[in-house]
C-alpha cells in the first residue's frame, strides 16, 4: 500500500493550464478506471473535483479534466483561477483497499 | 443539507483506546459505503478503512488492522471506529467520507482530532 507518486508543487498564471501527474502500479491506477482526485484548501475538508478518471460531479468547472495512461493519471486544470490555489491528491482503488497520492500544491502565480 | 459530522476527537496516551463518530443527514445512509480517511498534521490524506452499506464488506489499511474496527448502525445513521493500541504516528485529524459508488468519497465531515502522547 504505497502512497501514490505526485510531484510536490506546480504552478501556472492566471489563465494558463497546468497538470499534475499521479503514478501507481498495475496494482492500482493502471489496474482499475477508479481514480479520483481531490483539492484541499488549507484548514478545510477535501473536495471531490474528478471521480472515475475523468468524470466530473455537479458543480465541479470544466476547467477540471483528468485521464490516464498505463499507470499514470493525470489532473489537468486550465483557465488557472486564484481560487484554484490547493493542494490537490490521487487517489485509486486497488482491490480491497484505497490509496492516495502524496499530493501536489498547485500554486497560481 | 447533507452532512457528516465527526466527534470522539481527543489527547490519549500510547496504548490507550478511543471510540470515533460520524454522524449521516441529508441522504439514505444505508444506501453507501462509507469510509475514514485520516491526515497527520502538514501531511497527506491517508485511507485508513471502509465499510460496504450493509456491513458486508469491510477493509483497512495495513497499518492499522488488528487494532481498529469499523462499524455502522443504519438505524443511527451512524458510522464509528473503534481505535485500540493507539500509537503515536496515529496522531490525525480522522475525517469520515461518504463512498461514491464510483470507488470515489464524495462528502467529507470536518474531521476529529486525534493526538497520542504520554
Known amino acids: 500500500q504505497s502512497a501514490l507518486t505526485q510531484p510536490p508543487s506546480a504552478s501556472g498564471s492566471p489563465g494558463q493550464s497546468v497538470t499534475i501527474s499521479c503514478t501507481g502500479t498495475?496494482?492500482?491506477?493502471?489496474?482499475?478506471?477508479?481514480v479520483s482526485w481531490y483539492q484541499q484548501h488549507p484548514g478545510k475538508a477535501p473536495k471531490l473535483m474528478i471521480y472515475e478518471v475523468s468524470k466530473r460531479p455537479s458543480g465541479v468547472p470544466d476547467r477540471f479534466s483528468g485521464s490516464k495512461s498505463g499507470n499514470t493519471a493525470s489532473l489537468t486544470v486550465s483557465g488557472l483561477q486564484a481560487e484554484d490555489e490547493a493542494d490537490y491528491y490521487c487517489?485509486?482503488?486497488?482491490?480491497?483497499?484505497?490509496?492516495f497520492g502524496t499530493g501536489t500544491k498547485v500554486i497560481v502565480l | 443539507e447533507v452532512q457528516l459530522v465527526e466527534s470522539g476527537g481527543g489527547l490519549v496516551q500510547p496504548g490507550r483506546s478511543l471510540r470515533l463518530s460520524c454522524a449521516a443527514s441529508?441522504?439514505?445512509?444505508?444506501?453507501?459505503?462509507m469510509h475514514w480517511v485520516r491526515q497527520a498534521p502538514g501531511e497527506g490524506l491517508d485511507w485508513v478503512s471502509g465499510i460496504s452499506w450493509n456491513s458486508g464488506s469491510i477493509g483497512y489499511a495495513d497499518s492499522v488492522k488488528g487494532r481498529f474496527t469499523i462499524s455502522r448502525d443504519n438505524a443511527k445513521n451512524s458510522l464509528y471506529l473503534q481505535m485500540n493500541s493507539l500509537r503515536a504516528e496515529d496522531t490525525a485529524l480522522y475525517y469520515c467520507?461518504?463512498?461514491?459508488?464510483?470507488?470515489?468519497?464524495?462528502?467529507w465531515g470536518q474531521g476529529t482530532m486525534v493526538t497520542v502522547s504520554s
Open positions: 467520507a461518504k463512498g461514491r459508488r464510483e470507488m470515489a468519497f464524495d462528502i
Open positions: 441529508g441522504f439514505t445512509f444505508d444506501d453507501y459505503a
Open positions: 498495475s496494482s492500482d491506477v493502471g489496474g482499475y478506471n477508479y
Open positions: 487517489s485509486s482503488y486497488a482491490g480491497s483497499n484505497y490509496v
